[in-house]
């Protein structure tokens, strides 16, 4: 199953990076792969240092954020003995170290061991808006694999959740994500 989060990895330098993915998980979250492509920066860190943390939240800003790369501002974190940092804002964290590599030319799988985890403020439950931001989310890192008709006609269905259900976070992040798309895609 896939469980969509962010994950905090830290270059061998020491600069935090938040990204959002979909490791895929066991029902009971026991057994953890993260599957970063070999382009990104997760995937650096990953290989420099060997750690990460999967974060669960309800924090569809966050998550909007993080999928078009511009977390405004930082996102609190407090650091974990052993490398790891943890987002203040989630409502579950495993912190996670690679124990073994599964080769692919475009998306290697790190098979986790998890190594600590926690709970953060209590999860807000489920909201048809929340979930609308996270497809979108996952939309916009995906414009250059989707066809632009494609893309827009998944937004507008999706605007319809996002108008009968939302807050204002999640109308603020859809805009921010439906503006990002609508750019990219031109």
Request: hydrophobic share 45%.
């Amino acid at each position: 199953m896939i469980l969509e989060s962010l994950v905090t990895s830290v270059s061998a330098s020491g600069e935090l990076n938040v990204a959002p993915m979909g490791p895929i998980v066991d029902a009971g979250i026991t057994q953890i792969q993260l599957r970063p492509f070999k382009t990104s920066t997760t995937y650096g860190n990953l290989r420099a240092t060997s750690r990460a943390v999967v974060h669960v939240t309800d924090d569809v800003l966050m998550i909007a954020q993080a999928a078009i790369g511009r977390i405004e501002p930082p996102p609190a974190v407090r650091p974990l003995d052993g490398g790891w940092f943890v987002l203040e804002k989630a409502s579950r964290w495993l912190a996670v170290e690679v124990v073994r590599w599964i080769d692919d030319p475009q998306r290697p799988t790190a098979d986790c061991a998890i190594r600590a985890e926690g709970t953060g403020p209590p999860f807000f439950g489920l909201n048809r808006a929340k979930h609308a931001v996270v497809e979108a989310a996952i939309l916009a890192t995906r414009t250059h694999l989707l066809p632009a008709a494609e893309l827009l006609a998944d937004l507008e269905r999706l605007q319809v959740l996002v108008d009968k259900t939302a807050g204002d976070a999640e109308r603020e992040a859809f805009a921010l994500l439906q503006a990002t798309i609508r750019q990219r895609v031109g």
